[in-house]
Structures are given as structure tokens and as C-alpha cells.
T-cell receptor, first 116, second 115 residues
Framework: DVKVTQSSRYLVKRTGEKVFLECVQD?????MFWYRQDPGLGLRLIYF???????EKGDIPEGYSVSREKKERFSLILESASTNQTSMYLC???????????????FGSGTRLTVV | AQKITQTQPGMFVQEKEAVTLDCTYD???????LFWYKQPSSGEMIFLIY??????QNATEGRYSLNFQKARKSANLVISASQLGDSAMYFC????????????FGGGTRLMVKP
């Protein structure tokens, strides 16, 4: 069964801590994405990556960075966590090329991060 | 840029009845896809249905159908014979092939099925 795995389901961190959210996919997908989800705001794109060592800013990159050293792993980093980064974080992956548009994304199960 | 609008923040439906969740989109792409995802309280995003912009027939998957009206830029989800397990958040999304199949999501609709 193909999967996107996020390392933590629930996480509680203190203000100012450096936080790493890990995401691993086993589908050999080229594209990986990090979203945050907040009530009434839907899913907002933080960063995405089309290839190893490649990253692009999404709609709300401030306060975040990412790392993609291997094709299967895409990490989201909160350099200095703040309370306004309390949210649900969703990782997703997708393939790209002829005939792949219909498959959309495969999502991880999400990480609910609380910053206190 | 693409934009998705879901105008119903929350909806109730009686068990066994049909319900329509609204979605309108704005895109300048000639070729695009439309998706619906379900998110139960557990948090995972579940793919429900896909419609390609050049598909002439409305997509159907079991109890789910997508009412695609291209000229109106509308892609409403119809759930027939609602079940208690259909209670969840529902997200409409559109993809851009020109942007590597990236999805843009709407704000979501919370559906609550009453017994």
C-alpha cells in the first residue's frame, strides 16, 4: 500500500524552539508539498519541491524553511516556533508527467502542532 | 493563478438524502483538473473524485458524482443516499498541469449528517 508518512501525529513545542516535521513517501513521486490547515482558511501552501535539493516558496513561507536531500523525504523546519504556528500540517506528494494529472495528491495523516 | 470558492462553511443533511456541495473555480489554464477530498475528524485527506477539464461526461464514483458546468466554472459534488460516516470536511481543489499538477484548495465545507 503506497504511503506518505509523517513522523508525528501530535507535537507540543515551546516558543522559540527549532521544530522539524518529517515526511517520507514511498511512491517515487517527484513532487512534495507542505500545507498548513486552519479553520475557515482551508489548506495553504507553505513550500513545495519538484526535485531533490529544489524548493519553491508557496503562499505563506514566512517563518518556515524546508529541506529535500533525498527524493523520498521532505522536511519542514520552523526555525523559531511561535504560537501563531499552532496548526495542522499536512504533507503531500504527487507525480508529474503525461497521464498523471488525474491522480492528484497522496496525503500524509497530518501533524497537529501546538506551540506553547 | 487559480482560486477555489466554497460558499457553504457548514451544511446539514438528513441520513439517506442527497446533498450538493458547491464549488466554483477561477483559472486561466486551458487544461486543468478538479478534485474533491474528504477529511474526517481523524485528519487524513481522502481522495473522492476527479474531473478533467476536457471530459464531456460528469465523473461518478459510487455515491459521489461531480456536476461539472465548465461555462459557469462550477464543479459541485453530489453525494447520494447520505450516511452518518459522510460527516466530515469536504475540500474542492483544482490542479494546474502547467504548474506540475499543483493543487489549489477551497476553504472547505463541513457536512453533518443527521440520523
Amino acid at each position: 500500500d503506497v504511503k506518505v508518512t509523517q513522523s508525528s501525529r501530535y507535537l507540543v513545542k515551546r516558543t522559540g524552539e527549532k521544530v522539524f516535521l518529517e515526511c517520507v513517501q514511498d511512491m517515487d513521486h517527484e513532487n512534495m508539498f507542505w500545507y498548513r490547515q486552519d479553520p475557515g482558511l482551508g489548506l495553504r501552501l507553505i513550500y513545495f519541491s519538484y526535485d531533490v535539493k529544489m524548493k519553491e516558496k508557496g503562499d505563506i513561507p514566512e517563518g518556515y524553511s524546508v529541506s529535500r536531500e533525498k527524493k523520498e523525504r521532505f522536511s519542514l523546519i520552523l526555525e523559531s516556533a511561535s504560537t501563531n504556528q499552532t496548526s495542522m500540517y499536512l504533507c503531500a506528494s504527487s507525480s508529474y508527467g503525461p497521464g498523471t494529472a488525474m491522480y492528484g495528491y497522496t496525503f500524509g495523516s497530518g501533524t497537529r502542532l501546538t506551540v506553547v | 493563478a487559480q482560486k477555489i470558492t466554497q460558499t457553504q462553511p457548514g451544511m446539514f443533511v438528513q441520513e439517506k438524502e442527497a446533498v450538493t456541495l458547491d464549488c466554483t473555480y477561477d483559472t486561466s489554464d486551458q487544461s486543468y483538473g478538479l478534485f474533491w477530498y474528504k477529511q474526517p475528524s481523524s485528519g487524513e485527506m481522502i481522495f473522492l473524485i476527479y474531473q478533467g477539464s476536457y471530459d464531456e461526461q460528469n465523473a461518478t464514483e459510487g455515491r459521489y458524482s461531480l456536476n461539472f458546468q465548465k461555462a459557469r466554472k462550477s464543479a459541485n459534488l453530489v453525494i447520494s443516499a447520505s450516511q452518518l460516516g459522510d460527516s466530515a470536511m469536504y475540500f474542492c481543489a483544482t490542479s494546474s498541469y502547467n504548474a506540475g499538477n499543483m493543487l489549489t484548495f477551497g476553504g472547505g465545507t463541513r457536512l453533518m449528517v443527521k440520523p
